[in-house]
C-alpha cells in the first residue's frame, strides 16, 4: 500500500462478489487494497475470509452492518454487490459518509429512490459509479470510437437487451426463493435494463447532449418459467414476468431505443446491440458491421434481368486491429478477469475516479436514468402500455455536451 | 390450354410485372396462359406484349382500363400489381366483376378501404388472396413445420420486418416522383408491413384462433433520405417518414411482435425474422435456430472457478435436409422463378385456389389484418405513440381455429 493505494470495502458477499474478487486478484496491492468486507450472513463473510487466506491476501476487517464498515476509515470507496432492492440504499449511505460507490447492475423499484441518489450525491460530493462492465466490453467500445470519428454518420437507431437463460436457475429449488426468483415472479417489466442500454447510452450522449424522454413497453405472455418448473418437478407457479419485455425509447435528438429483456425462454445469450446510422450499422447478431464506402456491395440480376444490390456484413473482428478502442488497443494482448476482461475495466475505472477524486465515467445522472427504465417499464406496462417520460435528473444539466477528457477510462468526450 | 388451364389478366404492368411475367415463364401454357393485359400507360403494354413475342408465347388482350379488362370473360382471375394506392380498389371491383383478385403486397391507408375488401369479398363470393412470397420462403416455411410439430413448444413472441436499403433509388432524379418515393415524403408509418409479417402472421394462426389485438408504433428521426439526396445531388427535401419505425403488435394469444420497416440507411437486407416459443428459437439475422434438447449447451467455468452454461446456435441450413416443409422438400432440387422460387410457389398457390375455387391460403381477412397495419402505425405514431386496436375484419369468425388441410399449399393446417 501506498498513498495513491485505493482502500476498498465490500459491502454484500454473494456470488458476484466472489466474481469481483476473483477479478482484483489481477491488480496489484499498491494500485488497490481491500481493507473490508460485510455481510449479514456470517457464512458468507467467513467463506469470502477463506478466500483471501487462501491466496494469501491480508485478511480484511468484517462487518455485519453497511453502515459500520462505511464508518472505517480504512476504507476510501465501496463495492456494492448487494441485493438490487439495497444497492441504492446503501450507495446513498456511502455518498453520506464521504466515500465513492460503485454500486452494482440493476433496476430500480421507484423513481424516487433514484431522485434520492441524485441529491444525496449533490449535497454530499461523494460519487457514485454503475459498474457495468459491458460500458467496457470490447465490441461496444470499438462501435463507440467508429461512431466518434464519424463513420456511422449521424445516429438515428439502435437496439439492446438481456438476452439470457437462466429460467432454470430461478425455479430450482434451490433458488427460487432468491431476490431475483422473487422479482421475476412478482414483477412484469425490464428488470435488468443496464447491459444492453448502458453502452448505447454513452453512445448517444444520454446525459451530455441528449436525454432519454420516454419508454413504452410491452410484456409478453408469461410461460417459460412455468415450464421450467413443471420440467425440473419444482413447485408450478403464475410468474407476473412476461417472457419477453420488449419496450422503445425515445431520445431527445430524435432517436429511438428498442430493448429487450428475456431470461426464461431456451436460447443463446444476447445482448442484442445495433447501432445505425447515416452511415454504418453494428448488428451484434448478424457478428456484423456495414459501412457505406468500406463494406462490400454486389450487384446481381433479377429473374427478369434486371440488376438489384446486396449490402454484405463485414465480420465484426475485421476491424480490431485498426479502430479498437484505446482501452482494449492496450489490453487486448493480455485481457485477464471476468466476463472476458469487462470487470477489469470497470473496477480500474472506478478506482481511478476514486484515486483523482474525479467524476466517474458512469457518473450518479447516468445510474438514474438508467436504472429508471425498470421503474418506467413497470409504470408502462401497467397502465397498458402507454408511454412514460423520463424525469430530467439532470434538471437541464443535460443540455450541455460533455467537456474534455477527464482520463483515459472517460466514456464520454 | 385445356379446361384446368387458369386464364389470367395482368393488370398494372410496372418492374414487379416484369418480374412475374418471367416467373411465369417457367410455367406450362397447361397450367396457366395470361390472356389479358392492362395498363394506363401504353407504353407499357407495348413493352410487355414485346415481352410475349420475344418468348413466342400468345399476345394477351390488350386493355387502358382495369374495368375492361374484368369484363373480358376470357380471364378468370387477375393479378393487380399496380400501384399502392390502387391495389384495394381493384381487387374489389375484380371481386364484384365475380373473378379471384390476386393483388400484390402494401399496406392500406385507411380501415374503411379494407372492410369495404372484406364487404365485397363476402357479398359477392368472389376471393383475394395477397400474393405475399415471402410466405413461401424456405426458412419461414421450415419453422411454420417446427412449429407445427411442436419443436418450439408455446410460441411467446415473434419479430419481423422490413430493412432494405433503396434510399438511393426512390430519391434518384427518376424515382423521385414515383408512388413509392412519394408515399415516404409525406407518410410516417410501417408503409410495407406483410414481407416479414405474413408469414409470421401464418405461424401465429392469426384469424384462426388467434388475432391481432393492438399496435403501438415509434419513429426514429428521418434523416437518411436527405442525406443521400444531398450525396447525390438531388433536390433536398424534409421526409415524413422516420428512417427506423418500430412497433409493437398484441395478440389475442398472449404473444407479441415487434415489427420493424426502415429503407432509407445502407444496411444488408433483413426481414428481421425470430419466432420464439418455450422450448426454441429461429433468428434469421444470427442465421441460427436452437432447439432445447437438440441444439448445443456448453458449460464454462468463470474467473472464479464456478461453472456456466452458454446455448450455441445451430445454423439454420442443418435443418433443411430433415425438416424442410412439405413445399420445400418438393421443390428444393429445381427452385425456379424470382426472389428465389417464392413468387413460383406463392403464384401456384393462387393458381390452386382459382382451378378449384377454394379458399385461398391467404385469404381477404389476411389481406385486411396485415394491411391494416400501415394505416394503424400511422395513426399511432400521429397520435403520439399509443397502442391503437385493430378492427376484427372476421367479425367473430377467428376464434375458431383451422379446418382440415384445403390443399398442399395451405398454409393454416
Known amino acids: 500500500m501506498n498513498n495513491n493505494t485505493v482502500k476498498l470495502?465490500?459491502?454484500?458477499?454473494?456470488?458476484?462478489?466472489?466474481?469481483?474478487?476473483?477479478?482484483?486478484?489481477?491488480?496489484?496491492?499498491?494500485?488497490?487494497?481491500v481493507t473490508a468486507v460485510c455481510d449479514i450472513n456470517p457464512e458468507r463473510v467467513n467463506f469470502t475470509c477463506?478466500?483471501?487466506?487462501?491466496?494469501?491476501?491480508?485478511?480484511?476487517?468484517?462487518?455485519?452492518?453497511?453502515?459500520?464498515?462505511?464508518?472505517?476509515?480504512?476504507?476510501?470507496a465501496v463495492l456494492i454487490p448487494t441485493s438490487w432492492n439495497s444497492h441504492l440504499a446503501i450507495a446513498k449511505d456511502a455518498m453520506k459518509a464521504g466515500k465513492y460507490a460503485g454500486i452494482e447492475v440493476g433496476?430500480?423499484?421507484?423513481?424516487?429512490?433514484?431522485?434520492?441518489?441524485?441529491?444525496?450525491?449533490?449535497?454530499?460530493?461523494?460519487?457514485?459509479?454503475?459498474?457495468?462492465?459491458c460500458c467496457y466490453g470490447r465490441n461496444e467500445l470499438m462501435v463507440m470510437n467508429l461512431v466518434r470519428k464519424g463513420m456511422f454518420g449521424e445516429l438515428v437507431h439502435c437496439s439492446c437487451g438481456y438476452e439470457h437463460d437462466i429460467g432454470a436457475e430461478l425455479v430450482g429449488e434451490e433458488r427460487c426463493g432468491t431476490e431475483r426468483a422473487v422479482h421475476n415472479l412478482k414483477r412484469n417489466c425490464d428488470l435488468y435494463?443496464?447491459?444492453?442500454?448502458g453502452p448505447i447510452a454513452k453512445i448517444l450522449n444520454i446525459n451530455r447532449g441528449n436525454r432519454f424522454l420516454s419508454i413504452c413497453s410491452f410484456a409478453s405472455k408469461a410461460c417459460g418459467?412455468?415450464?421450467?418448473?413443471?420440467?425440473?418437478?419444482?413447485?408450478?407457479?403464475?410468474?407476473?414476468?412476461?417472457?419477453?419485455?420488449?419496450?422503445?425509447?425515445?431520445?431527445?435528438?430524435?432517436?429511438?431505443?428498442?430493448?429487450?429483456?428475456?431470461?426464461?425462454?431456451?436460447?443463446?445469450?444476447?445482448?442484442?446491440?445495433?447501432?445505425?446510422?447515416?452511415?454504418?450499422?453494428?448488428?451484434?447478431?448478424?457478428?456484423?458491421?456495414?459501412?457505406?464506402g468500406i463494406s462490400e456491395t454486389q450487384i446481381n440480376i433479377d429473374v427478369a434481368g434486371?440488376?438489384?444490390?446486396?449490402?454484405?456484413?463485414?465480420?465484426?473482428?475485421?476491424?480490431?486491429?485498426?479502430?479498437?478502442?484505446?482501452?482494449?488497443?492496450?489490453?487486448?494482448?493480455?485481457?485477464?478477469?471476468?466476463?472476458?476482461?469487462m470487470d477489469t475495466l470497470a473496477l480500474r475505472a472506478f478506482l481511478d475516479a476514486v484515486r483523482n477524486r474525479t467524476v466517474p465515467p458512469i457518473d450518479v445522472y447516468d445510474c438514474a436514468a438508467w436504472m429508471a427504465v425498470t421503474a418506467l417499464s413497470e409504470a408502462s406496462i401497467a397502465a397498458g402500455s402507454v408511454p412514460v417520460p423520463f424525469p430530467d435528473f439532470t434538471n437541464g444539466k443535460w443540455i450541455y455536451p460533455a467537456g474534455e477528457k477527464i482520463s483515459k477510462w472517460d466514456l464520454n468526450s
Open 225 to 292: 418459467f412455468k415450464q421450467r418448473a413443471k420440467e425440473l418437478g419444482a413447485a408450478v407457479t403464475d410468474y407476473a414476468m412476461g417472457d419477453v419485455v420488449s419496450s422503445i425509447i425515445k431520445c431527445a435528438n430524435g432517436e429511438t431505443i428498442a430493448l429487450t429483456h428475456s431470461i426464461s425462454l431456451p436460447r443463446p445469450y444476447s445482448r442484442d446491440c445495433r447501432v445505425q446510422g447515416t452511415k454504418g450499422i453494428w448488428l451484434e447478431d448478424a457478428k456484423g458491421i456495414f459501412i457505406e
Open 193 to 197: 435494463p443496464t447491459h444492453g442500454l
Open 9 to 33: 470495502g465490500v459491502i454484500g458477499l454473494g456470488p458476484r462478489a466472489e466474481t469481483l474478487l476473483a477479478t482484483l486478484r489481477d491488480f496489484s496491492q499498491e494500485e488497490c487494497c
Open 107 to 133: 433496476g430500480a423499484s421507484s423513481v424516487e429512490e433514484l431522485w434520492q441518489l441524485v441529491h444525496n450525491a449533490e449535497e454530499y460530493g461523494g460519487s457514485c459509479m454503475m459498474l457495468e462492465n
Open 50 to 76: 477463506e478466500l483471501f487466506r487462501k491466496n494469501n491476501l491480508p485478511i480484511p476487517a468484517v462487518y455485519s452492518k453497511h453502515t459500520e464498515l462505511l464508518a472505517d476509515k480504512n476504507v476510501d
Open 306 to 341: 434486371n440488376p438489384y444490390s446486396s449490402h454484405l456484413w463485414d465480420p465484426v473482428d475485421k476491424f480490431y486491429e485498426e479502430y479498437d478502442h484505446p482501452i482494449w488497443k492496450e489490453f487486448r494482448d493480455n485481457p485477464t478477469g471476468g466476463h472476458g476482461g
